[in-house]
């Protein structure tokens, strides 16, 4: 079943504490951290990094973020033979990657891309994306 | 064949009374009488070593944790050699990637330590350490205990002063030991400088920092929390690291520390100080 589009102002209400959570975990300041800034390049987070915000937005929205789920959900419905070749991203696989993240600018998506280095393309914005998806998916109060 | 200190030189559960799996267990270690401090570091290490052994079995022993981020620590008193530590873990979540966890240790009934929301990812435990020797370790642990007394301290690492201000900032190296006994237990196959042993020393270096300000001249000042850590990649045997600290003026009661460790230039660990400033 195809995905409900995040609109933005479904980013915007949960953008505020998503960057605030980013510059807590990446002893950053609140003002460094953009929308669409690489997180990886533009304010050297690591794969802890990742893994701080992560389980600190988990926290901060009271949800449930798949760990080391992003990537593959990145991926969609798409068997993992068809979104990579021997560690490169596939023509089709670019093509379901940019829909995905469709916050980062076109003339980030490098080819060649290496499957290894799609989190460097990962900005705040994405992670306000998984928030988003990670409240829909969230069981419904009783 | 295995080291004598294994399980010993740097292991601090003796005996686990209580084990849902996966999610809660309390234990106890017996501080060693002949050794001369047990630093709450350690405490917390031994919180953390009891959530390790819940999360290893939990997977079922493929991955084991490792220390990366704790959110806060709280420092509420001190274990002496002699004590008996109770430690209790909950563990909130386990899986392949990742364990997170809090936990307490008190001592006589008092508090010593409490780790709120600490997560620590799961690597290969073939990396680290024999899984067969792990589980078997556990049974002994969940079984008869572990006998009391194995610990025997642990040494202080060399710190050079490069730059002082006093009360305010200090720049230091430290020469993490090419050798050490708790390197053989911490860990067998991939020898890891302990987290719990840099925040020790940089928390007492830290102290005696702010001890010296203006502003602590006739009052006590203790660590009282320990938040941000977060441990960037291990610190390996004989490996040199840059220390820097940073104390800031106390503000209602509480003077505010950071602590980094870099090594070339690169940021390796860093963590947060929150003393308690009193009047004498």
Redesign the interface.
């Given at each position: 079943m195809a995905e409900q589009p995040i609109t933005q102002a479904q980013i915007d209400a949960v953008y505020p504490k998503v960057a605030e959570t980013m510059a807590?975990a990446l002893?950053a300041d609140l003002e460094d951290i953009k929308p669409k800034v690489s997180l990886i390049e533009g304010l050297d987070a690591?794969s802890?990094?990742f893994?701080?915000m992560v389980?600190r937005l988990e926290?901060a929205f009271k949800i449930k973020i798949p760990?080391?789920k992003i990537v593959e959900n990145a991926r969609g419905d798409l068997p993992e033979e068809e979104f990579e070749q021997k560690g490169i991203v596939t023509e089709r696989g670019l093509v379901q990657l940019r829909e995905y993240l469709s916050e980062v600018p076109a003339e980030r998506f490098k080819t060649p891309l290496k499957a290894a280095e799609i989190p460097r393309l990962f900005t705040p914005e994405t992670f306000c994306k998984l928030v988003i998806r990670a409240q829909r998916e969230a069981p419904a109060p009783a | 064949m295995p080291s004598a200190d294994h399980f010993a030189a740097y292991s601090f559960v003796d005996r686990i009374d209580r084990f849902e799996p996966g999610r809660v267990a309390t234990a106890r270690f017996a501080v060693p009488r002949e050794v001369a401090r047990f630093p709450a570091c350690l405490v917390a290490e031994a919180v953390g070593q009891l959530a390790a052994w819940v999360s290893m079995d939990r997977i079922d022993f493929r991955g084991r944790p490792v220390a990366a981020l704790a959110s806060q620590t709280r420092i509420l008193g001190d274990a002496r050699p002699g004590d008996v530590l109770e430690l209790a873990v909950t563990v909130d979540q386990c899986d392949d990637e990742a364990v997170a966890y809090g936990g307490s240790a008190h001592a006589h009934g008092a508090p010593l330590v409490e780790l709120v929301d600490c997560l620590g990812p799961m690597l290969p435990v073939a990396e680290f350490d024999a899984p067969e020797e792990l589980r078997a370790r556990l049974a002994v642990l969940r079984g008869p205990g572990a006998v009391p007394g194995r610990f025997r301290g642990v040494p202080s690492p060399a710190v050079t002063m490069l730059e002082r201000v006093a009360g305010v900032s200090l720049r230091a190296r430290l020469d993490v030991p090419a050798s050490a006994a708790f390197f053989n237990d911490h860990f067998p196959r991939r020898p890891v400088f302990p987290a719990t042993l840099l925040l020790d020393t940089q928390i007492a270096h830290t102290l005696l920092l702010a001890r010296d300000a203006a502003w602590a001249a006739g009052r006590t000042v203790t660590a009282a929390k320990v938040t941000h850590v977060k441990m960037r990649s291990f610190i390996h045997p004989g490996q040199a690291l840059d220390l820097a600290l940073d104390v800031a003026v106390p503000v209602d009661g509480v003077a505010k520390a950071t602590m980094q460790a870099r090594c070339d230039a690169r940021v390796v660990a860093g963590a947060r100080l929150e003393m308690e400033v009193t009047d004498a």
């Open positions: 807590d002893g690591e802890i990094d893994l701080d389980f926290r760990r080391g | -």
